[in-house]
């Protein structure tokens, strides 16, 4: 009733043109201080125009999220029977009241909405001074010094009552961009890198060459993965780029030439662009050509999308929100969505991480897998400047996706020193993996004991070869290593997996990772030698079971097949 009377008597004063009566705010979010290497260099001109977003509460987050469990759990009398678009919108779609709460307050402010990429979404443009003023808030100029990359951003902002329980969060405001964007792929040349293998265990049909040369080939046979062609075309591989990262149809070419003799060299990739990205063939970057070439080369004849996303001021985190809405915006969603690219944790805000999050767990109901690499920094996040605790890398902390870590060698497989892997400091440990983690947790006993959060969400998931992958690159074969090399692989056996389920009759795997720690784990080869050193220390051990560098362990296509009874 008070909450009521409130809105009435602002509507009131502003109907007359009387000045706004000055409504209380509350904080809304907040964070101590910029992230490491960010220092405020002064006040923006009040006339500079902001473009925000603001981010309506979804009406039932908690609803939708129960049923993404229920789709994604085996035994479950639901699993894998996916929502539709609509079905999610039942759980999210923002109410009325929340709608006429955001735009009332927005109205009062005399700033107009333009609508968003989903129902979840308001786009406004807001001067300064007024952005400071309705957010009771004062935006700077930040500046990092490393890179001098500058960001209009605050560290807090509020609004009123009437408003606050209407309202998600408004980006970017808090969340800072990423210091050099080529940080965000995960992937790197490889420096020449010499394995010294045990002949005697060495995979059957592994080639000694794979150690030093990674191809389909070595993969192929490491993982079981099948050489014929796929047949349903409704199953599709999905692949993010950001920051500019294009991929050429002829180095494709000249890499199927050379690797994948066995299929048509004029097998190619369908590009989508969003935010005004495109794929510019002529400037090819060394994570765009790794990830085309290690889906299509993979996953043989599963058709494949290249989603080349914009960059935008807001150090292209914007366009981790696009893309997901984007795709949640469509009527049919992708069976599988493989992202090399990540950022630091620390950079972000947790209402930011939580609605970025809650995203992936609208596409996981739609029944896509969704695999992120978990980065290439061990225990830390790639960030530079001094770490006193292991520094989680983002969207890894995310419980609703599947992280891939990397590993090295083939006789034996061991964890790759780069592949990070750790706990969020946002999340809380999910059901499906609190079993392997606190097994973990008690092997590990009291090694880097108050370097990281316990209780957090734990990753990666699982893991694949990472190191010195043969990419075609501008016509020459150059090794590339990351875990930007495992995740692409990942995603294409899945891939595989969902052609098999949809000749079956079956519907596809969906959100993996329920799955992945219960049946699905025999099916996975378990790494158990290797560390993520960073921080000053030798990051976390690799050990029998799960852990945090390479997860629950690589795929095994066939063992894979028998769990899903298709074999
Ligand atoms: C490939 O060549 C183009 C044109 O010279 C160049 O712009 C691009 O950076 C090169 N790609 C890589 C990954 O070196
Ligand atoms: C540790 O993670 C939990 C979420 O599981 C979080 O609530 C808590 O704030 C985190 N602690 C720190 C020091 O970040």
Redesign the pocket.
């Known amino acids: 009733m008070v909450a009521a009377g409130l809105l009435a008597f602002s509507f009131f004063t502003a109907a007359l043109g009387a000045p706004l009566a000055r409504e209380p705010l509350h904080v809304h979010d907040a964070r101590s201080a910029a992230p490491q290497g960010y220092t405020a260099s002064g006040a923006p001109h009040p006339d500079t125009v902001l473009q925000l977003r603001v981010a309506l509460k979804q009406s039932n987050n908690a609803g939708l999220i129960d049923k993404l469990y229920e789709v994604s759990t085996p035994g479950s009398q639901s699993y894998r029977k996916f929502l539709s678009k609509s079905e999610v919108e039942q759980y999210v779609a923002p109410s009325a009241e929340s709608l006429a709460a955001v735009t009332a307050w927005l109205d009062r402010n005399g700033v107009k909405a333009t609508p968003g990429t989903t129902s979840q979404w308001l786009n406004i443009e807001v001067p300064v001074a007024k952005a400071n003023a309705m957010l009771d808030t004062e935006f700077s100029t930040f500046e990092h010094s490393d890179t001098g990359v500058s960001a209009i951003r605050t560290l807090a902002y509020s609004v009123p009552a009437s408003v606050k329980p209407h309202l998600d969060f408004i980006y970017p405001t808090t969340v800072f961009p990423v210091k050099a964007t080529k940080a965000m792929a995960n992937v790197h040349i490889a420096s020449s890198h010499r394995h010294n293998s045990t002949a005697h265990t060495r995979r059957a049909g592994v080639d000694a060459s794979c150690d030093n040369a990674m191809t389909p080939a070595c993969l192929q046979a490491l993982y079981n993965v099948p050489t014929t062609p796929a047949t349903q075309s409704s199953n599709t591989l999905a692949v993010s780029s950001f920051v500019s990262s294009s991929s050429s149809t002829a180095d494709l070419t000249n890499f199927l030439g050379q690797f994948r003799s066995d299929v048509p060299s004029s097998t190619t990739f369908a590009v989508s662009n969003l935010d005004g990205g495109v794929n510019n063939e002529a400037q090819t970057s060394v994570e765009g050509s790794l990830d085309i070439q290690y889906t299509v080369g993979m996953a043989t004849n599963v058709p494949t999308t290249f989603f080349t996303v914009g960059s935008d001021n807001g150090g292209d985190l914007g366009g981790f929100l696009d893309l997901v809405n984007t795709l949640i915006a469509q009527e049919t969603a992708p069976t599988v969505l493989t992202t090399s690219f990540g950022f630091p944790e620390a950079l972000i805000s947790q209402d930011f991480a939580t609605n970025l999050c809650n995203a992936y767990a609208q596409l996981g109901a739609r029944g896509t897998s969704i695999l992120f690499s978990s980065g290439d920094s061990g225990v830390d996040d790639g960030e530079g400047g001094s770490c006193t605790t292991f520094r989680p890398t983002f969207p890894s902390g995310c419980p609703f996706i599947t992280v891939v870590g990397a590993t090295q060698g083939t006789a034996p497989e061991t964890a790759a020193d780069l592949s990070s892997g750790g706990?969020?400091?946002?999340?809380?440990?999910p059901q499906y993996q609190s079993d392997a983690v606190s097994s973990y947790l008690t092997t590990l006993g009291s090694t880097n004991a108050g370097l990281f959060?316990k209780?957090?969400?734990a990753y990666p998931d699982v893991s694949a070869a990472g190191i010195s992958y043969q990419v075609v690159i501008n016509g020459t074969v150059t090794p590339v290593s990351g875990t930007s090399a495992s995740t692409p692989v990942f995603a294409s056996i899945i891939a595989l997996l969902n052609d098999r389920l949809i000749a079956s009759g079956q519907s596809t795997m969906g959100f993996l990772n329920p799955f992945l720690y219960s049946t699905g784990k025999s099916a996975l080869n378990d790494i158990t030698a290797g560390s993520n050193p960073g921080c000053g220390t030798k990051g976390f051990p690799a050990e029998a079971g799960w852990d945090p560098v390479t997860g629950l362990g690589t795929p095994d296509f066939n063992k894979l097949l028998s769990a899903l009874k298709l074999s």
């Open positions: 706990f969020s400091n946002f999340f809380p440990t959060n209780t957090g969400r």
